[in-house]
């Protein structure tokens, strides 16, 4: 759905036409209530939208009784009168921003009627109030929505997401929790999941992704990218533990764990064992284009990953060595067993099954756990953690595993944990010893 803006009996043209064209590009639905002080075919009003007039979604109502009985939902209204901050408020598609005429405003009986729904725009002391258009404008841009702000934009194959915090491309897809994607020479990620293409960048504090219906943004890729989940809470909370772990979430600090395909995720984490990401993802990629169906985009061609009944015959061409008798191994197993209800399982249960898997250890379900199956209380321990963990947490490890200590520690963001010290380890904070590169 789509926010809609209400203008209850507008004055003047100009403002009109200026809310006109911030509706249209937006992706919001403007509704008039009447009556207005100008007439529609008014020359001012065309100007102001511009060539976008023809375009936009307008609704018209003889008065505000007609509106309400006609669009039932939820609704804002916007007055200087209102102790409610727009910029406090969760906004929803569908809702309703309702602001009166540029000379009067809304009607004080209506406002009293509905004063728990009354927002206001903080002003300045002594300023009387906003022109009109640049309110809707504001109050449009202003509220929040989920984890990222309305005033996104939505084209056609484009979605363009305001003042999202705790999103970097590149730390997301290059901390080593999924292996198909590509890095353009314009520093923005394509990226294949969900049977589906996407490119992803981030310009001028806007997030754009490209590729992308509004309809598969918020059905798909919403969820992938788990913007629903408040970052900045999850790294407040684990900063506070110690000084290692406010480094470790401030270098990594646009990391978000994907919700990645359960299947895709088994595969890939078999053949990661013992292995570097570019040869990962060579293995990954000759599979998908062996057996995947074809995706395009940008003039290229990619490839869907495949299920387990596709994968068949002799896999020398992978050259993923021993690791090509794990995946057919875990495509019976799966075409075999009933991994549908693995989902609905408890963490350690879930993980036992994982691990019936030739090829599945403790780390690779670990992974699987938390990247293809929401699990985010797990932690799973590589090398890299061990020393990590044996360095900054020595004596706490010399009597605990480190799935203890994590547990103990992290509790159900030990997951989050994981992922930001596995990064920065990487990255920044240790060299193959597990010392501190900046010690």
Known sequence: MAMNIVLVEPEIPQNTGNIARTCKATGSILHIVKPMGFAIDDKKLKRAGLDYWHELDIRYYENLTDFFEKCPGTYYFCTTKAGKRHSDQTFQDGDFLVFGKETHGLPEPLLKEHYENCIRIPMAEGARSLNLSNSVAIERGGGSYGQARLGDTFMKKQVVLKNLCSFEPQHIFECGQCFRWEREEDGSYTVVARNRVINVCKENGFVVFRNVTEEEFHDVWRGYFDLDTDYGQIKKTLSEHD???????????????????????????IISANNNIPRIQGIVQRLCQRFGDRLSYGGKTYFMFPGPERIVGDLSFLRAGYREHYIKNACETFLSSNFSDIAALDTDSARKKLLTISGVGPKVADCILLFGLGRREVFPVDVWVKRCLNSLYCEAMKTKTPREFAAETFGPLAGFAQQYLFYYMRNAGFDKTGGMKHA
Do not use: H, M, P
């Open 243 to 269: 000084r290692f772990l406010k480094d470790a979430t401030e270098y990594g600090s646009g990391i978000r764990i994907l919700n990645q395909d359960l299947w895709e995720c088994v595969v890939s984490f």
